[in-house]
């Protein structure tokens, strides 16, 4: 199992408590799970990875516990119970300084110091969808959810948030506009955060800005998003939502740059690649897949047979190559597409044999009309 784990590029946490582990270069799922511990308890809500080196995967399960999986082994290193099954799902996993960082739906956060079961816990607000963590700043995080707006936490100050955002004003009629954070994400090399909502906007606030109102909205489409994820130039965030439409939009302009096609159930994960013009996706479809940011077309696609919660990809420059650049068997792939080609070449096209058919039936008429000449 330790040479499968470390050919996969792409991880995946599926609904049956699987973790899958994809090879590109194969186009091909391993699953990394014992059959015989497998329930609903062990849903896979949410991936991260465990260390800066991305040798240890981090799962948090819908039963509370926290697994951890190494992708050197192959194999589970370590399981942790880090919630009560009553206080909903995991939104959110992240490391700080050797401490795990865990969120619930409940709005319960807390931080898990190494080699210790005694935690401390922030309450950041019920109805939690998503929180994330600032990769330039890891001690900050940041959290949104249902009627509970942006707000962004110093774990190392975790008594109140450093900011917490204003709703935009009344629309067109004097109504309130409801709250609905779905995902959200920190963009290097400012203070600023992107986020999509249940309500179809894509917004940008900066705490800098006094009024707390983003700097920037725009929607997309008429469907809930569900998730986003930035591009390499942190100039453009791809958004997917609950119909399957995937969507690069420029956060310079908020203006639709290009649609992504292929999906046919609603995006669950989705991640772009920190170098690389590619967008790994995943949803209630059971396919993976990878597009090109450059051009839109679809480049990698695996049927994983469950329904994706989640998605991990790795940050390697080439996902074809596994770590210390071990090739993903790209040798058997090309062996077994030129056995594919010579099976294709000795096999009868329809044509020719629906065109030997009518042969047949039009020499059987003739020898029927010459047999009646006779008599």
Same mark, same amino acid.
């Given at each position: /199992?330790?040479?499968?784990?470390?050919?996969?590029? !792409?991880?995946?946490?599926?609904?049956?408590?699987?973790?899958?582990?994809?090879?590109?270069?194969? =186009?091909?799922?391993?699953?990394?799970?014992?059959?015989?511990?497998?329930?609903?308890?062990?849903?896979?809500?949410?991936?991260?990875?465990?260390?800066?080196?991305?040798?240890?995967?981090?799962?948090?399960?819908? *039963?509370?516990?926290?697994?951890?999986?190494?992708?050197?082994?192959?194999?589970?290193?370590?399981?942790?119970?880090?919630?009560?099954?009553?206080?909903?799902?995991?939104?959110?996993?992240?490391?700080?300084?050797?401490?795990?960082?865990?969120?619930?739906? @409940?709005?319960? #956060?807390?931080?898990?110091?190494?080699?210790?079961?005694?935690?401390?816990?922030?309450?950041?607000?019920?109805?939690?969808?998503? /929180?994330?963590?600032?990769? /330039?700043?890891?001690?900050?995080?940041?959290?949104?959810?249902?009627?509970?707006?942006? =707000?962004?936490?110093?774990?190392?100050?975790?008594?109140?948030?450093?900011?917490?955002?204003?709703? !935009?004003?009344?629309?067109?009629?004097? #109504?309130?506009?409801?709250?609905?954070?779905?995902?959200?994400?920190?963009?290097?090399?400012?203070?600023?955060?992107?986020?999509?909502?249940?309500?179809?906007?894509?917004?940008?606030?900066?705490?800098?800005?006094?009024?707390?109102?983003?700097?920037?909205?725009?929607?997309?489409?008429?469907?809930?998003?569900?998730?986003?994820?930035?591009?390499?130039?942190? @100039? *453009? !965030?791809?958004?997917?939502?609950?119909?399957?439409?995937?969507?690069?939009?420029? #956060?310079? =302009?908020?203006?639709?740059?290009?649609?992504?096609?292929?999906?046919?159930?609603? !995006?669950?994960?989705?991640?772009?690649?920190?170098?690389?013009?590619?967008?790994?996706?995943?949803?209630?479809?059971?396919?993976?897949?990878?597009?090109?940011?450059?051009?839109?077309?679809?480049?990698?696609?695996?049927?994983?047979?469950?329904? +994706?919660?989640?998605?991990?990809?790795? @940050?390697?420059?080439? +996902?074809?190559?596994?770590?210390?650049?071990?090739?993903?068997?790209?040798?058997?792939?090309?062996?077994?597409?030129?056995?594919?080609?010579?099976?294709?070449?000795? /096999?009868?096209?329809?044509?020719?044999?629906?065109?030997?058919?009518?042969?047949?039936?039009?020499?059987?008429?003739?020898?029927?009309?010459?047999?009646?000449?006779?008599?």
């Amino acid at each position: /199992m330790a040479e499968k784990s470390q050919l996969c590029s !792409v991880w995946v946490g599926s609904e049956t408590g699987i973790l899958k582990g994809v090879s590109l270069s194969k =186009k091909q799922a391993f699953n990394f799970s014992e059959a015989s511990t497998l329930s609903r308890d062990q849903e896979v809500c949410v991936l991260s990875w465990g260390d800066p080196l991305e040798t240890e995967v981090l799962l948090g399960c819908v *039963s509370g516990e926290v697994r951890t999986f190494s992708t050197e082994k192959g194999r589970y290193i370590e399981h942790r119970q880090c919630s009560e099954p009553g206080l909903g799902r995991f939104i959110g996993l992240a490391v700080y300084d050797s401490s795990l960082v865990t969120c619930v739906e @409940s709005g319960l #956060l807390k931080v898990w110091p190494e080699g210790s079961e005694d935690c401390v816990e922030v309450a950041v607000g019920q109805g939690v969808c998503r /929180m994330r963590q600032d990769p /330039m700043q890891r001690h900050r995080v940041a959290t949104g959810g249902k009627e509970n707006p942006l =707000k962004v936490w110093d774990l190392q100050k975790p008594e109140a948030p450093i900011f917490t955002a204003k709703n !935009v004003r009344n629309d067109w009629l004097d #109504l309130r506009v409801p709250v609905w954070v779905k995902d959200l994400q920190f963009i290097p090399g400012s203070d600023k955060i992107v986020t999509c909502t249940g309500h179809h906007q894509v917004r940008v606030y900066d705490p800098s800005c006094p009024t707390r109102r983003p700097v920037l909205e725009t929607t997309y489409e008429e469907y809930p998003l569900t998730a986003l994820s930035l591009t390499p130039d942190h @100039s *453009s !965030v791809v958004v997917g939502n609950t119909h399957g439409q995937l969507a690069i939009i420029d #956060l310079r =302009k908020g203006l639709v740059r290009g649609c992504l096609k292929g999906l046919a159930g609603s !995006v669950r994960g989705l991640q772009c690649h920190p170098s690389l013009p590619l967008v790994a996706s995943c949803g209630l479809d059971r396919f993976l897949r990878v597009h090109s940011l450059t051009d839109r077309t679809l480049q990698h696609k695996v049927y994983l047979k469950s329904r +994706l919660n989640c998605l991990l990809l790795s @940050s390697r420059d080439n +996902l074809e190559e596994g770590p210390a650049g071990l090739v993903g068997e790209e040798g058997v792939k090309e062996e077994e597409e030129g056995q594919g080609d010579e099976v294709w070449d000795t /096999m009868e096209t329809v044509t020719d044999r629906a065109s030997k058919r009518a042969a047949e039936e039009s020499e059987g008429r003739t020898g029927k009309k010459k047999r009646k000449a006779a008599k």
